[in-house]
C-alpha cells in the first residue's frame, strides 16, 4: 500500500482541478475515416485528456482510448449543449456527416444529419460557448457546369448530389455566421483521401484505398470507376496536417469564411493502378462502373488551392508514389 503525504494529496488535487479547469478540444465523428487520424494528431500536441472523442457509436477503436470518449448523437443539440459546458470545450472540429455514396441512398437523413448537425454546432459558437470551429466542405460542391481542370476558388457550384448540395449549403451558413455574428469558424474542401488506418465511409473515392486491399489479398480490383475518371487525391497525413494547420493559422489570415480549395494530386484509377503493378508486379485491374461514375463525372479533374497558399502556407507534400508506399507497407 502506497501512503502519500497531506501535501501530496493537495498538490494532486490542485493538478487535478487545473486539469478539468483547462479549455478542451471536441472532435465530433471521431471514429470515421478522418476523425481517427485526427484525434491522435491533436493528442500529441495537446495531451491525451485535453482532446476529447466523440461519435454516435457505443464502442470506439482501441487506438484513441488512450484519451476520454463521449458517446454523442451531434442531433441532439441538449446532449451537445451539456458535454460542452461541462467540459469547457472550447474549439470543435464537427466531422459527423453522412457521405457521398451512402448519402444518395438516404438522401433526405443525409441532409437533416450534415445541416442539423452543423447549426447545432454554429449556434453554440454563436452564443460565445465555443470560440473556434472547424467544419469540413468537400469538392462534391462543384459541378458539371463548374471548370473541370484548375477549379478557382470562385466560379460556379451547381452540385449534383446531396451530399454536395448539403456541403454547398454549410458553406453559405457558416459564412452567414461569421459575417453575422463574428463566429470563427474554419473549413476546407477536402478531396479524395486515402488511409489504411480505418475503413472508408462511403465516399465516391473510396476505391482509392479498396484497391489497395485487394491489391493486397487477391492481387486483383474491380473499379467502380472508369479507367479515366481523374479526380483530385491527397493522403490523410497531408490532410490532417492541413486541417490543424488551418485552425493553428491567425485569425486575420483566414480570408475566405465559405471553405478553401484544396489540392492534393489527381490521377484517374488507370494511373493508380500502374503504380501499385510496380510494387505487385502480378496486379490486374478490371472495371465496372456503376452509378458513384456519375459522381465522379460531377467533380473537378484538379482543383487551384492559391488562396490556401497565400493565407495560410498551405503545402502538400505526398505525391502518388509516395501513396503507394505508404499504402502498401501500412496494409502489409
Given at each position: ?16 482541478v ?16 478522418i ?23 457505443e ?7 488512450e ?5 454523442l ?95 454547398l ?35 465516391t ?85 456503376d ?42
Amino acid at each position: 500500500m502506497t501512503i502519500i503525504s497531506f501535501d501530496d494529496y493537495l498538490i494532486s488535487k490542485v493538478i487535478f482541478v487545473q486539469i478539468l479547469a483547462m479549455s478542451k478540444i471536441l472532435v465530433i465523428g471521431s471514429c470515421g475515416q478522418i476523425g481517427i487520424e485526427l484525434v491522435l494528431e491533436l493528442r500529441k500536441t495537446h495531451g491525451n485528456h485535453n482532446v476529447i472523442a466523440s461519435d454516435i457509436k457505443e464502442n470506439y477503436p482501441q487506438s484513441i482510448a488512450e484519451g476520454p470518449y463521449i458517446q454523442l448523437d451531434i442531433m441532439n443539440s441538449n446532449k451537445l449543449t451539456s458535454l460542452v459546458k461541462e467540459n469547457n470545450v472550447k474549439e470543435v472540429y464537427l466531422l459527423a456527416a453522412l457521405l457521398s455514396a451512402t448519402a444518395e441512398k438516404k438522401p433526405l437523413f443525409a441532409w437533416e444529419l450534415n445541416m442539423q448537425g452543423l447549426f447545432n454546432v454554429l449556434e453554440l459558437a454563436k452564443d460565445k460557448l465555443i470560440e473556434k470551429v472547424f467544419w469540413p466542405s468537400s469538392i462534391a460542391v462543384f459541378g458539371k457546369n463548374s471548370p473541370a481542370d484548375n477549379t478557382p476558388q470562385h466560379t460556379i457550384m451547381e452540385p449534383s448530389t446531396v451530399y454536395g448540395i448539403s456541403k454547398l449549403a454549410g458553406e453559405r451558413w457558416c459564412e452567414y455566421y461569421f459575417n453575422k455574428y463574428n463566429v470563427d469558424v474554419r473549413s476546407i474542401r477536402y478531396p479524395g483521401l486515402i488511409s489504411y488506418k480505418s475503413a472508408p465511409g462511403g465516399g465516391t473515392t473510396d476505391y482509392a484505398v479498396d484497391i489497395f486491399i485487394q491489391a493486397l489479398k487477391s492481387q486483383s480490383y474491380t473499379c467502380y470507376l472508369k479507367p479515366d475518371a481523374k479526380l483530385p487525391m491527397m493522403y490523410m497525413s497531408d490532410a490532417i496536417r492541413a486541417t490543424i494547420e488551418i485552425m493553428q493559422a491567425p485569425r486575420d489570415n483566414i480570408k475566405v469564411r465559405s471553405s478553401y480549395n484544396l489540392s492534393g494530386i489527381s490521377f484517374d484509377p488507370e494511373e493508380l493502378a500502374a503504380e501499385i503493378k510496380r510494387e505487385i508486379p502480378n496486379f490486374s485491374m478490371n472495371y465496372a462502373p456503376d452509378f458513384r461514375q456519375e459522381i465522379a463525372e460531377s467533380w473537378p479533374n484538379s482543383v487551384d488551392d492559391s488562396f490556401a497558399k497565400n493565407d495560410w502556407n498551405w503545402e502538400n507534400k505526398i505525391k502518388i508514389q509516395g501513396i503507394v508506399k505508404k499504402m502498401l507497407d501500412g496494409l502489409s
